[in-house]
């Protein structure tokens, strides 16, 4: 069977619901309007659902001119960005960058629904990937996160229940290339756009969060750490940055350019769990 892309997910509020597209800008910071905005701490830190699994509930839409967002039990927030706001410097991963603060009202309006206090950012200014020589915005390390489909099924066929996609929080979902052939592979084309994966992706305690509910489990990470072990945790899709942006559309042709070639790739020596 011919890859095809049948997935495109853009986050506009980091750590927040994503919105499944039919068709998408890919530039080289990623899908447009991806982590573009954020939440952080007093002290600039961000908020994720790492700490905040109440965030999964969140469902962000932004169209480029309005971000609305969505939450049980709350009004929805309706909220038209600012530039002109202050620069506040920030840190993601450790990483530094900067974000327009986007004022008292957004800022009160999560602070009660997340029960701590926080400041709502745009993304501002540039950041660079650590490899691979990319840029992104919010995004934890990369543009990109690119699995395919049937290494959910390869997943879903260790699992007692079966988890879906959004649980996993991928930019592209690619079908046709096997179990993990993300991993085989270094450049693809996608429709009309080239991205190189670059990193395998190390999963985290967000992966056990359902997105529909908010609830923590032990589940995936707990198989996944009996066969797919790396270094550095456990992987599961691949990082990617965009050598060629395009406009991608659900159903374009998915091909392996160049093969991957380095040892930085998952294994099925089994890892202890987090």
């Given at each position: 069977?011919?890859?095809?892309?049948?997935?495109?997910?853009?986050?506009?509020?980091?750590?927040?619901?994503?919105?499944?597209?039919?068709?998408?800008?890919?530039?080289?910071?990623?899908?447009?309007?991806?982590?573009?905005?954020m939440l952080v701490a007093p002290e600039g830190r961000f908020l994720s659902q790492r700490d905040h699994p109440r965030m999964a509930l969140l469902r962000p839409v932004y169209d480029g001119v309005v971000l609305t967002v969505a939450a049980p039990?709350?009004?929805?927030?309706v909220h038209k960005p600012v530039d002109d706001g202050p620069v506040l410097d920030v840190t993601v991963q450790r990483t530094s960058c900067q974000g327009v603060d986007?004022?008292?009202?957004?800022?009160?309006?999560?602070?009660?629904?997340?029960?701590a206090e926080c400041r709502l950012v745009r993304f501002t200014g540039h950041r660079p990937t650590s490899r691979g020589g990319g840029e992104v915005m919010f995004a934890d390390g990369y543009p990109l996160l690119v699995l395919s489909a049937e290494s959910l099924d390869d997943?879903?066929?260790?699992?007692?229940?079966p988890l879906p996609m959004d649980r996993f929080r991928p930019s592209l979902v690619v079908e046709g290339l096997g179990a993990f052939g993300e991993d085989a592979a270094r450049l693809l084309r996608v429709g009309p756009a080239v991205v190189e994966l670059v990193k395998p992706c190390t999963r985290c305690v967000i992966i056990t969060t359902d997105q529909a509910t908010g609830e923590r489990g032990r589940e995936p990470l707990r198989t996944l750490a009996t066969y797919r072990g790396v270094r550095r945790g456990i992987a599961f899709g691949q990082n990617a940055v965009v050598r060629e942006p395009g406009v991608l559309t659900v159903g374009d042709p998915v091909e392996v350019l160049e093969p991957v070639d380095g040892p930085d790739q998952p294994t099925t020596s089994p890892v202890s769990s987090p």
């Open positions: 069977m011919a890859a095809r892309l049948t997935e495109l997910n853009a986050y506009p509020l980091k750590s927040g619901g994503g919105t499944a597209l039919h068709t998408a800008e890919l530039a080289f910071s990623g899908l447009r309007h991806d982590r573009e905005f039990g709350a009004a929805t927030l986007q004022g008292d009202a957004a800022a009160r309006w999560f602070a009660a629904l997340l029960g997943l879903n066929g260790r699992l007692d229940t």
